[in-house]
């Protein structure tokens, strides 16, 4: 069984639309999977699930430091760190790295900068990441209504408006994923 952990001690960052995302992929694959809401606030389109024969788990944890998180973060195959693009949101998402860093430092990390806009505040955030983190793996998902829409439809953004740029960038963050799982 592999795990993917989706985590950020920063709430309201996306990581209840990236579970979905992954959760919709597995399902156009075909792949039981496991579904895991420790968040507990609600919001996702798949239900909290363990399906028979599964071989991936996705861990949706919630947006507020638990004492748990170390040992979630251990367990994980694969870790996914959503974050919003504003310096304001750092120090919670940097305490997220830091125990990623002192749990699993070998374990292969995605961060997800959701809701990317043509605004200065992006552009700046960007910089700053991109200066601080050189070599670390780096997903963009774009502001868009589109995410709502397909939110609303209970459908995956890459089913709903299939050649927009949402979809292509939520793709290629779920495609990474994936093959960092061995899952083609």
Known sequence: MKNILVINRKGGVGKTLLCDELAFAL???QIP???YDLDGQGG????PCEMPGAVVSIIDTPGALQAEMGEWIKDADVIVVPMRPTTTDMPATEVTMELIKDNAPHTPVIYVVNGVNRFR???EFMEFFTEEHPHDRVYLIPQSEAFVQAKLANESVQDY???GYP???MKAFTDAVLGLIGVK
């Open 27 to 29: 399902d156009a694959k």
């Open 33 to 35: 999977y496991n579904f």
């Open 44 to 47: 996702q389109i798949h239900e």
């Open 121 to 123: 505040a992006t552009q």
């Open 161 to 163: 408006h299939p050649k």
């Open 167 to 169: 979809a292509q960038a």
